[in-house]
């Protein structure tokens, strides 16, 4: 039968084959100047995906098909930043090791602390927080002030807080019956988003101000029991959509080089040109790793990494990327449906929604199907705070897939 | 109880809509890149910013490029520091061949065979693999079907006017020569590209087959083969100098009046009345599908960017309007380069060649990698009626309004055609072929807001064209 | 040298992301075709703990109980499981007054509820672990 020839270690074995190729080419590419360091790390690499994967099927009895999804988006994007960079590849290495020990942190965390439910003000609070700290420190990079440095570590609170987003969502509904007691309570958290929405805005951070609406609406949909809510919220955000268009250049400047980037080709519409041109000279199977110009698009590591990878891997490979996060948003979904628990459930959805649409923002954004706003593809992208809430986003879908009914008490 | 397992389907419910929507999302994303892939991807490659053609072509020798006889016209020069292109003639190719520089782009026969000229295959896993192995360094030549001289003397004739002349081989599609006023210099684009762009003249446009104009009276050509085609068309007009057609009172050129006519005296007279007349009785839907059979309102398959002619017949068009068609007024506009392919068409017995810019792409050890034939595109008439027109126009040469464009010893057949301008002074048109016999060259010439008729103004240019090239081009 | 690879590699990455894709998605089509039965009702179950696919015999994810459900090797059980650890006649939960006891039938390996064997009939709460041979349950009542 069919199932006995695929078992449950095959998908693993691609993967492995994957990185064993990719290291192999990179062998071949350093023939001459062998060095030693790169292929430690390369090893390093292959040893970590495969070990916790294999740890994790013992670990946990939940899900096995996310992690392996992550860690196979993950090893594209670091064979490209290494083919970009060395030394970046190496510390996107670095980084992707501390993301998997977070994201076994995160992932026993949640199975074992069971007070996550009930943390509604501390959600809101460390929200807010992160925002101060970000307007106290911040700095403007990339024409966004959404970075803070820490001991030259270069952090986005911002990626918290979408996290922090989901856990006041979640906390809310699943204490729905409770909260309602109070009066206009969905206006409130509507009060609440709409004002995040507002400071990623002044920070000019268009792509997470999106992302954070799009978790919002999404989780809202499925919950809110006041219906017409919902209506409001989508024509309040596109009055302020509206409103935002004219009174901010820098949104302006959006919608016109999505428009036509060519008129603006040689300055506010150089990046998207360029990430055109590299997905176009790449055609469906790409240029070969080592043989394209990544190097050309402005920002090849963070947000335009879908770029460089159709140019050197293909449009093909692009598919597939887009593909895997289907599946990923699938899997989630699905752990979400299976899920007894109310605050797990809507954790699991709230992630699921969050990957399907950063990565819509992103690669619509890079393809010129959208207005380009900067974000990080998960998994993909370089960038330390951006793999490591990834991961923990994971740990906490991972956690979800458990059945946690037995252990937490919904009050309906 | 019941209550919490309604809500568990109803929240699966929603939840299962916010999946889909998120599915078809990432759904329209693929398919937006395979779109992208297959549609744009061509075009984005080509544009001048993109550094990577920049870092091939440094490499590669650029074809050179070379008239009907071999004469080089364009060719590239590599020294140790540079690969430099050279436009021989400046200016006289400018809307042909185009330019190719990396500040501004490329253009014309430079864009359209870039790969030829750069030997570049499409990508393939083959291609890919023998282009590492055998790295190129020389790309091919572009053979042309234009005759240097022919081309010469067209801009000569044009000097100081605006305007586009097409002369072409009526049977294979040849063009010989094809020029448009005003040009700019290929040669030297970094000194004067500010003035080229900024121009009210617009150079940069390829008026032969860009430019769209309305006929005037060299429409009847086709409003003629029309009426030919329409059964039981009284021949028979008496021409009073005007003719009322709902309330519009259209004059002719005379304001005497022709007198008692057949339709071979319109078309020599090229008498308006006869035509805003008759057209009612030929109607806008034969009139219409005669003009598609011309190609009038399709895409012509060239090398060099077309607009498309255009005579919106489907929509709802007033009487006065159909007899301002019919004698190339109103909604009617064309370009030169499709009214020469008319001209072709009647000379070679109904029958519309593909017109041709390149006659063979040539390798670097001279082996011919490709040769482009004659195609027949559309068969617009009869060679009985396509023959009975060709007699018509013969007479509007030798006793009509085109006797300007009369030869000794050689027989021409043309129209002329005098264009009313709303915005501006009349435009005048020719268009013909020679010899009678055994058609050589058909031709489309138009000055551009001249103010004077077909027959001062353009008929003695066609003249001129047919004289030289009948003499000097090497059939 | 490198180049040659890197554009026959080109193909081969390509191939493998997407039989990793397809392997991926044949093996969630295959667990959904295996989980005919998600309970959605209100009532007891039985739900596996292993993954499936690790055991090589027939066995459902999800078992439910209604009034009785027997367990053992042989045919005239609830569930039958053909795992040489388990006694012909294993164990069997009664429902009464809505509760659920469970009792072991002189199994050979023994029955554990939470780790400890049972010998006597015991009362299952919600989310205790049920493990015969090494096969876990757990019993969820809501």
Not at chain 2, 422 to 446: E, L, T
Request: aromatic share 12%; glycine share 8%.
């Amino acid at each position: 039968m069919f199932s006995n020839k695929i078992s449950s270690k095959t998908p693993r074995r691609f993967l492995f084959l994957f990185e064993i190729l990719a290291l192999l080419l990179l062998f071949i590419h350093q023939k001459d100047n062998f060095d030693k360091q790169t292929f430690i790390n390369g090893f390093a690499l292959i040893v970590i995906i495969y070990a916790s994967n294999y740890i994790l099927l013992k670990v946990s009895r939940g899900d096995n098909y996310i992690f392996l999804i992550a860690t196979m988006l993950v090893s594209i994007g670091a064979i490209m930043i290494y083919r970009m960079d060395a030394k970046t590849g190496t510390r996107q290495l670095m980084w992707l090791f501390l993301s998997i020990l977070i994201f076994y942190a995160t992932y026993f965390m949640l199975k074992y602390i069971k007070i996550w439910d009930k943390l509604l003000y501390v959600y809101i609070g460390g929200a807010y927080l992160l925002f101060g700290l970000t307007f106290a420190l911040g700095e403007r990079k990339f024409g966004a002030i959404n970075w803070i440095n820490i001991k030259g570590v270069s952090l986005q609170p911002a990626e918290i807080t979408k996290l922090l987003v989901i856990f006041i969502m979640a906390a809310y509904y699943s204490n729905y019956n409770k909260y309602k007691k109070t009066k206009y309570s969905s206006y409130l958290i509507l009060g609440i988003m709409y004002s995040f929405i507002a400071l990623l805005f002044l920070q000019r951070d268009l792509g997470m101000a999106v992302l954070m609406y799009g978790i919002y609406i999404g989780l809202q949909f499925i919950y809110e029991e006041d219906r017409k809510l919902i209506a409001y919220n989508i024509g309040l955000f596109i009055i302020s959509g509206i409103i935002g268009y004219f009174a901010f250049n820098h949104v302006r400047v959006r919608v016109e080089t999505w428009l036509n980037p060519w008129i603006y080709i040689n300055d506010k519409g150089y990046q998207i040109t360029q990430s055109l041109f590299a997905i176009a000279e790449g055609g469906f199977f790409g240029k070969g790793i080592g043989l394209g110009f990544p190097h050309f698009i402005p920002l090849a590591y963070n947000d335009f990494i879908f770029s460089a990878i159709c140019e050197e891997m293909g449009i093909f490979t692009g598919m597939g990327i887009i593909m895997l996060f289907m599946i990923l948003v699938y899997r989630g979904f699905k752990i979400g449906m299976s899920q007894w628990n109310m605050f797990f459930r809507i954790l699991a959805i709230g992630i699921s929604i969050l990957f399907a649409i950063q990565s819509i923002i992103i690669i619509g954004g890079v393809i010129k199907l959208i207005p380009l706003t900067g974000i990080t593809l998960p998994f993909v992208s370089y960038g330390g705070s951006s793999i490591v809430t990834s991961f923990m986003a994971l740990g906490i879908l991972q956690a979800a897939s458990e059945d946690m009914d037995w252990q937490v008490n919904d009050d309906e | 109880m019941m209550n919490k397992n309604n809500n568990r389907v109803k929240e699966n419910k929603r939840i299962i809509v916010v999946l889909a929507c998120l599915c078809t999302m990432l759904v329209v994303l693929i398919g937006y890149l395979s779109y992208f892939q297959v549609f744009k991807a061509q075009e984005v490659k080509n544009n001048a910013y993109n550094k990577r053609t920049w870092i091939n072509e440094e490499n590669v020798l650029r074809g050179s490029i070379l008239d009907r006889n071999g004469n080089v016209l364009v060719y590239n020069k590599k020294t140790e520091d540079s690969n430099k292109r050279y436009y021989k003639y400046g200016r006289l190719y400018s809307h042909v061949i185009g330019y190719s520089y990396r500040e501004y782009g490329k253009t014309g026969l430079e864009l359209k065979y870039n790969n030829a000229l750069l030997d570049i295959s499409d990508s393939t896993a083959l291609n890919d693999l023998k282009s590492l192995i055998l790295p190129t360094s020389i790309g091919n030549d572009l053979k042309l079907t234009i005759d240097h001289n022919l081309q010469e003397k067209s801009r000569s004739l044009l000097e100081g006017k605006k305007g586009a002349i097409v002369a072409m081989n009526p049977k294979t599609g040849e063009v010989y020569s094809m020029v448009s006023m005003p040009d700019f210099d290929t040669s030297n684009l970094n000194d004067h590209w500010k003035g080229i762009t900024e121009s009210e003249d617009s150079p940069l446009l390829n008026r032969a087959t860009q430019g769209l104009y309305a006929p005037g009276s060299v429409f009847k050509v086709i409003t003629t083969v029309a009426a030919l085609d329409t059964p039981a068309l009284d021949n028979e007009y008496k021409c009073s100098g005007t003719a009322k057609i709902d309330g519009y009172t259209f004059k002719d050129y005379s304001s005497r009046g022709h007198g008692n006519i057949t339709l071979e005296d319109a078309l020599r007279l090229s008498c308006n009345t006869y035509y805003v007349d008759r057209v009612q009785y030929i109607g806008k839907d034969r009139l219409g599908s005669t003009a598609d059979k011309f190609m009038i309102n399709s895409k012509i398959d060239f090398d060099l960017p077309m607009k498309s002619s255009s005579f919106p017949y489907k929509k709802s068009l007033s009487k006065t309007e159909l007899s301002a068609s019919a004698i190339g007024q109103g909604e009617v506009l064309v370009t030169p380069l499709n009214m020469a392919m008319v001209a072709s068409a009647i000379a070679n017995d109904g029958q519309m060649v593909k017109p041709i810019l390149v006659k063979e792409i040539v390798s670097k050890n001279n082996r011919i990698l490709e040769s482009y034939s004659t195609e027949v595109i559309s068969d617009v008439t009869s060679s009985i009626k396509a023959n009975q027109i060709k007699d018509m126009m013969l007479k509007v040469v030798e006793s009509g309004t085109g006797t300007n464009a009369k030869i000794k010893n050689v027989k021409v057949a043309g129209k002329t055609g005098t264009a009313e301008n709303p915005s501006g002074k009349s435009h005048s048109w020719f268009i013909g072929f020679a010899p009678y016999d055994d058609p050589k060259i058909a031709i489309a010439v138009i000055l551009e807001e001249e103010g004077v008729t077909g027959g001062t103004g353009a008929a003695p240019i066609a003249r001129d064209i047919f004289i030289h090239g009948l003499n000097n081009i090497d059939f | 040298m490198f180049n040659i690879f890197s554009l026959i590699f080109k193909y081969i990455f390509i191939i493998i992301i997407y039989m990793f894709i397809f392997s991926i998605i044949r093996l969630i089509y295959l667990d959904i075709k295996g989980i005919n039965l998600t309970p959605t009702g209100d009532f007891a179950y039985l739900k596996l703990l292993n993954r499936k696919d690790t055991l090589p015999f027939k066995i459902d994810e999800y078992y439910s109980i209604k009034n009785v459900l027997s367990l053992g090797r042989s045919g005239g059980n609830d569930i039958i499981i053909k795992d040489p650890y388990i006694s012909k006649k294993h164990f069997k939960i009664v429902e009464d007054e809505k509760e659920f006891f469970i009792e072991d039938l002189g199994s050979a390996n023994g029955t554990f509820i939470n780790d400890e064997r049972i010998e006597d009939v015991v009362k299952l709460n919600n989310g205790d672990r049920i493990k015969i041979s090494n096969i876990e349950f757990i019993f969820v009542n809501r």
